[in-house]
């Protein structure tokens, strides 16, 4: 019919402009529900059995204590004796009881059992006169049944009491769930655990507190512009994207940006972590994404942020999957279906996080599930300099802080990095009763964060000395080496399970690296084990967070990245945190010692090298280390002062085509290069993946 008939291209005036695909016409009103049973039908079998039972219950709770058969001829005995407190007489029954216990042992057996109340048989040949004694002992004779029935108000209090509290608690849960505050079933199980944030309630996060990731921020625009004008876009059409998918290191702002677009686009936001969905019973994890579903759809616009995806997310069917149907597999079933099934999702973005993206399940990842991917990365200098900017806002910075200078000294940190930054320098700088943060308080907590608090430990004067070598060894070979990092501080003041540390980061951030410069990362990270041979002809257990480094460098460089004439251009090692855990890396055995092999010749190619150099500026490594004992901490100008080394024509500088005058800020510490640690130390940081 023509009311049937599809609005005109243009002229679609359905309330709901953002409707996507799979949603059927007519979407815009209220479906029937599907006919339910009336809820006394579903209370009603529980309630009959529940009255069944409190009533055998009552019936036993109420029923008169047992009376115990005695013979007679012991209850005249009883009687002579006065020691009938009361009897009542049905026929030739008699039941009584007597004033106190007495002991009475059956016919035919050898126990006896302590008799109160009593029941007996009166013979029909009897001729004692009962009657009579019993008035002569003062025994009452009655009436009244002796076991007359309990109150009816006992009856109705202990029989049906019970039924009636109960049938009024699932009454109680029943309109909990109907009215959505509690429903789910009983205790809630399969209700969504998400929180919801209205865009009119409390302050709103928005792209002003996102900084550093400007062209991740471009790519959600289109969503928040979207949410705000659907028609713009449904013109064209258009349609929004079911998800967007964050992905990236940790503390690079996923969760933050998520939050940002829901505050500019001013639509309910629910917040979940993908954990939340997992119970130890089978199906809660579906029920519970339906629910959160349907409170999204209800509200739409609306957005869904899932944190930590790759907790339910996991690829089906792998290596850690041991069964076919598990809660797992039903709650992702579950979101694959809310986001793309059979009849679409109404208005709902979903924006899930995670820093594992590829161990995701193949489904989630396809167009019309998650249509975007996004990589959130750690920011360059820039973003740095910006993020500093955006957490400084609300601090008193006194005027000489140089936030260029702290975003060009730490390189790798992340937007959560910076921010702790910010606050351990705002707390030490009350702690010293500042009334502004100055420089000094930023880098003295850049210092904390990257090697920890200083330690008050005594060191003898020998290990002071082996450190300070140890040390100078590290310093020296980064002046030394062509491409190597510029040396910003050497200390040999004890901090965390360190005994002293070299600084080295670079003047820009990197990108990508050489094989030369990894062999000058190896050979300065050798220095302080070359330089205990040098001068003491032996060797400590201070090198063995440098020994992890150097080990995990060499070891990526043959099997990673192709640097190995003996293994070629493959790949022949997983990425670090991706091994198998049976071992099962189809790598075959001879492979494996061929990269043993090769990783040994790298390191003792270098380590030679870094001895070589050592012996040839024997008198600049003195030298060094006799300034580092006498001043324990050297910034970049003083160290290359103490080796006699000019820092603009020194051959890393050379090497990296630096300009005279082009240095960062000294004094500001870096992430640490080579930490002389005290055993046990901790691991290495290795190199990040280029």
């Known amino acids: 019919m023509a009311a049937d008939a599809p609005n005109p291209p243009g002229q679609d005036r359905r309330p709901h402009p953002w409707r996507v695909e799979g949603a059927p016409p007519g979407h815009n009103q209220t479906p029937e529900p599907p006919k339910q049973r009336p809820a006394w039908f579903r209370f009603g079998w529980m309630l009959l059995v529940l009255l069944a039972i409190n009533w055998v219950i009552s019936s036993v709770l109420l029923a008169p204590p047992q009376r115990t058969s005695v013979s007679y001829t012991f209850f005249l005995t009883q009687v002579t004796a006065a020691n009938v407190s009361e009897i009542t007489s049905t026929g030739d029954t008699i039941e009584g009881q007597f004033t106190k216990k007495v002991s009475y042992t059956p016919s035919g057996e050898t126990k006896a059992e302590e008799v109160e109340r009593f029941t007996t048989q009166r013979p029909s040949f009897a001729d004692d006169n009962l009657f009579a004694q019993l008035q002569a002992n003062n025994v009452p004779v009655n009436a009244n049944p002796p076991d007359a029935p309990a109150p009816v108000w006992q009856q109705l209090l202990v029989g049906f009491g019970p039924t009636i509290l109960l049938v009024g608690l699932f009454y109680w849960i029943s309109r909990r769930a109907a009215a959505g505050l509690g429903g789910g079933g009983l205790g809630g199980f399969g209700k969504s655990r998400a ?19 400007e062209e991740v921020e471009q790519e959600v625009t289109e969503i928040v512009d979207f949410l705000r004008e659907p028609e713009k876009y449904r013109r064209l059409g258009a349609q929004i994207p079911h998800g967007v998918l964050l992905s990236g290191p940790p503390g690079t702002g996923k969760t933050l940006l998520a939050r940002a677009v829901a505050g500019e686009a001013q639509v309910p936001f629910f917040s979940i972590a993908a954990s939340e969905f997992i119970e130890a019973i089978v199906g809660v994890g579906a029920s519970r994404v339906r629910d959160l579903f349907e409170q999204a759809k209800k509200v739409a616009p609306s957005i869904v942020f899932i944190d930590e995806l790759d907790a339910i997310g996991r690829s089906r069917g792998g290596a850690q999957s041991f069964g076919g149907n598990d809660e797992r597999d039903q709650t992702l079933n579950q979101i694959l279906t809310e986001m793309d099934g059979f009849t679409g999702s109404e208005g709902v973005v979903v924006i899930a996080a995670t820093n594992r993206a590829e161990i995701l399940d193949t489904a989630l990842l396809r167009p019309g599930r998650f249509d975007r991917r996004v990589t959130v990365s750690p920011p360059d200098l820039r973003g740095r300099r910006a993020i500093l900017a955006v957490h400084t806002r609300g601090v008193p910075v006194a005027p000489g802080v140089d936030l260029d200078a702290l975003a060009s000294a730490t390189p790798g940190m992340v937007g959560a990095d910076l921010k702790n930054l910010v606050n351990e320098a705002a707390l030490l700088a009350a702690r010293r009763e500042h009334d502004m943060v100055q420089m000094a308080d930023f880098t003295d907590s850049l210092e904390k964060i990257v090697l920890g608090t200083v330690r008050g430990i005594m060191l003898t004067q020998e290990e002071r000395e082996r450190t300070a070598f140890h040390e100078s060894g590290h310093a020296l070979l980064g002046m030394l080496t062509p491409g190597a990092d510029p040396v910003r501080k050497i200390s040999i003041i004890p901090r965390g399970q360190a005994l002293g540390v070299t600084f080295q980061n670079p003047a820009t951030d990197r990108y990508g690296y050489s094989a030369k410069y990894l062999r000058g990362r190896i050979i300065g990270a050798l220095g302080g084990r070359a330089a205990e041979e040098v001068v003491y002809g032996d060797m400590t257990t201070g090198a063995e967070s440098d020994l992890d480094q150097v080990s995990n460098i060499a070891r990526q460089m043959v099997g990673r990245w192709g640097m190995s004439e003996a293994i070629g251009p493959v790949t022949v090692l997983p990425p670090p945190g991706q091994e198998s855990p049976l071992g099962l890396d189809g790598v075959a055995p001879a492979t494996k010692e061929l990269i043993d092999a090769e990783v040994r010749k790298i390191v003792d190619e270098c380590y030679a090298e870094a001895l070589e150099l050592l012996r040839a ?17 050297l910034d970049e100008d003083d160290a290359y002062a103490a080796a006699g080394i000019d820092r603009d024509t020194a051959p890393g500088a050379v090497a990296r085509g630096e300009a005279p005058g082009t240095h960062p800020a000294p004094g500001i510490p870096a992430a640490p290069a080579f930490p002389e640690s005290a055993a046990p130390a901790p691991n290495g940081t290795g190199l990040p993946t280029p």
């Open 195 to 213: 929180k919801l944030y209205q865009p009119e309630t409390g302050p709103r996060t928005t792209f002003a507190d996102v900084a550093g990731i």
């Open 617 to 633: 500026h024997r008198a600049q490594l003195n030298s060094l280390a006799g300034k580092l004992l006498q001043s324990e901490t």
